[in-house]
């Protein structure tokens, strides 16, 4: 797929023109940042206030799942409404916010990418689903929805432009454009969202100096920080985290290690990612933790779910409302052969298996029911 890096300017402009939660990432404020309840709200607090007074909140559950759509139209599935039913019991359980990585665009925008690289079929993909397919997410128990990875752009600006307007009004909260905080409330707790992916049509995964100073930005504003990377290398042979700038088709995917570390060095509470489309191992640093990938989540005959890349998980983590570690579960997730997510399979040993080959002594403890410790 393309680097569109040369589209961050229109991204920006995109930005602003949505009125969405925009900062440059030179540190100038470009509209501030987004604030929404959480789906189900146990009372807001307007200011953000001291330390002190978020010690006595009562701590935040976030539910999170990785690559996230709903077939590629035309192909999209018989019982839209019902896709998620096997899983929302699991992804709602105790959640106040539950964050998807959208992949895909919501439009009714008709030219791809696809068109103007003239690549082969089967060498390009492009992701869309109607607008109206929104309210599907909404219903699974989805809050916020990210925008930052390699198929937010599939249909150019334009395409882009439609989801984000789409999410907003069906009352969901949305992240990943560039400079883009997005803060949501959940139990009077301000929690910020900041997603990155390397295209500049997103905030920069690979610009680490403006993500460090967007993330400090955030941290200000915000008791938790959750910062989310659409990073890696992709498919089943992609499951190790490799502490090294990562390819895929020599496309720099970035250092998700390196950046992770950054992101926590620099005010996150908790990192999760997505993008290699297989599972990957959770580690803890300076008593953080870092969810390397969750895989995908749901897909419509669009994603392979042949060996390793039949297996996802939902993550619930619940953080203090300083944004310290309390407690953490996978729920291990495989899938139908047409990509439906249904519970069951084998997520919790393997996650675990690659936590402790990767991560060593600083690898995420996972125990046979999900249960996630600290080392």
Do not use: W
């Not at 607090?45 to 007074?53: D, I, N, R």
């Not at 999209?76 to 709602?92: C, I, Q, S, T």
């Not at 003239?118 to 219903?139: M, Q, T």
């Amino acid at each position: 797929m393309l680097r569109l890096a040369h589209l961050s300017a229109l991204a920006l402009m995109l930005a602003a023109a949505l009125g969405v939660a925009a900062c440059s990432a030179a540190g100038q404020p470009a509209g501030g940042a987004t604030t929404a309840a959480a789906a189900h709200p146990a009372g807001a607090a307007e200011g953000s206030g001291g330390t002190a007074a978020r010690a006595r909140l009562a701590p935040v559950t976030i539910a999170a799942v990785g690559d996230t759509m709903l077939g590629d139209t035309p192909d999209l599935p018989p019982d839209p409404h019902g896709y998620f039913g096997a899983v929302r019991r699991e992804l709602n359980r105790g959640a106040r916010i539950v964050f998807g990585n959208l992949e895909g665009t919501l439009t009714t925008a008709g030219t791809s990418k696809c068109a103007s690289m003239h690549a082969p079929s089967g060498e390009c993909f492009a992701f869309r689903d109607p607008p109206g397919y929104v309210r599907y997410l909404k219903h699974a128990g989805f809050t916020i929805l990210n925008d930052a990875n390699n198929h937010s752009f599939d249909f150019g600006a334009t395409g882009q432009a439609q989801t984000v307007r789409t999410i907003h009004a069906a009352g969901l909260a949305q992240t990943g454009l560039p400079g883009e905080i997005t803060v949501v409330k959940a139990h009077g707790v301000r929690v910020a969202f900041l997603a990155f992916a390397p295209y500049g049509f997103d905030a920069s995964l690979l610009d680490l100096p403006a993500a460090r100073a967007l993330i400090k930005r955030a941290a200000g504003r915000a008791g938790v920080v959750v910062v989310y990377m659409h990073a890696g290398a992709e498919g089943a042979t992609a499951g190790h985290v490799t502490g090294h700038e990562e390819y895929y088709l020599g496309e720099d995917r970035g250092n998700p290690e390196a950046f992770a570390h950054m992101a926590i060095r620099a005010g996150a509470s908790l990192v999760i990612a997505s993008g290699p489309h297989v599972l990957r191992g959770m580690q803890f640093y300076r008593h953080h933790l870092i969810a390397y990938s969750l895989g995908n989540f749901a897909s419509y005959n669009e994603f392979a779910t042949n060996g390793d890349l039949d297996m996802s998980v939902i993550l619930h983590v619940m953080l203090s409302a300083t944004g310290a570690f309390e407690h953490a579960r996978i729920y291990p997730v495989q899938f139908t052969g047409q990509g439906q997510p249904v519970p069951g399979g084998g997520a919790i040993s393997f996650v675990s298996q690659l936590s402790a080959q990767d991560f060593g002594a600083s690898a995420a403890r996972i125990l046979p029911s999900g249960v996630i410790k600290a080392p």
